[in-house]
């Protein structure tokens, strides 16, 4: 998973630049993941989602990518603006009878300088 | 409304006490879930409500913890006798059930919990 402690891994890029986050998650398992972006103050925000029988996904301005062989997500973020600065945070879900009862990494704090 | 409403959005209470704190789903959205956010760390699932199923308490961490869904829709998370370590943000989301792509949760802002 995400590094463990208190300090979230951070990402710092300007504003226009491509912006890739990253995230090893836990069981192989896992047939569903999900990307949130979670603005101070405010609840986590549903980005894109990826099913396990895919290996990329597009939405507007963000691709998800995910390698199962090593049990590696990514969030790639184009033209990347002041507006995306945010944690973000992969989960995972296991199956089961619920896709939304959901393990979340830590988060990864992105930062976009003007 | 049009999004998830939880209150009180603040609380600060004194350690041994109950506190409730109250969600409002989307309407017509069937599956509610409870997460609890300590600082700096991602979520945790403490609770899932599908329709009339008995809820999945899997993730509640002690006894101390409850929670209730009426009539489909308002849930409460209750915790009993709150200790320290109880302090968080507590997040409540809903959404459609089902499968993936019909399942996107829509989270609420958070109750931001403070045992003294």
């Known amino acids: 998973g995400e590094s463990v402690g208190l300090h979230l891994p951070t990402l710092s890029v300007q504003e226009g630049d491509n912006s890739i986050i990253n995230c090893a998650y836990s069981?192989?398992?896992?047939?569903?993941f999900i990307w949130y972006k979670q603005e101070s103050g405010k609840g986590p925000q549903f980005i894109i989602d990826?099913?396990?029988?895919?290996d990329k996904r597009q939405g507007q301005r963000v691709t998800v990518l995910l390698n199962k062989t090593v049990k590696h997500l990514s969030l790639q973020i184009a033209a990347t603006q002041p507006g995306d600065s945010a944690v973000y945070f992969c989960?995972?879900?296991?199956?089961?009878?619920?896709?939304?009862?959901?393990?979340f990494g830590q988060g990864t704090i992105l930062t976009v300088h003007p | 409304g049009a999004g998830v409403s939880q209150s009180p959005s603040n609380k600060v209470t004194e350690k041994g006490k109950d506190v409730e704190l109250r969600c409002d789903p989307i309407?017509?959205?069937?599956?509610l879930y409870w997460y609890r956010q300590s600082l700096g760390q991602g979520l945790e699932f403490l609770i899932y409500?599908?329709?009339?199923?008995?809820?999945?308490k899997s993730g509640l961490p002690s006894d101390r913890f409850s929670a209730e869904r009426t009539g489909g829709s308002v849930s409460t998370l209750t915790i009993q006798r709150t200790q320290q370590e109880d302090s968080a943000v507590y997040l409540c989301?809903?959404?459609?059930?089902?499968?993936?792509?019909?399942?996107?949760?829509?989270f609420g802002a958070g109750s931001r919990l403070t045992v003294l």
């Open positions: 989301a809903s959404s459609l059930g089902g499968q993936p792509g019909a399942n996107v949760l829509t």
């Open positions: 069981n192989s398992a896992s047939d569903y």
């Open positions: 990826i099913r396990s029988n895919m």
């Open positions: 989960a995972e879900n296991f199956g089961g009878t619920s896709y939304g009862k959901l393990t």
């Open positions: 309407s017509g959205h069937t599956a």
């Open positions: 409500f599908q329709g009339n199923s008995a809820p999945d």
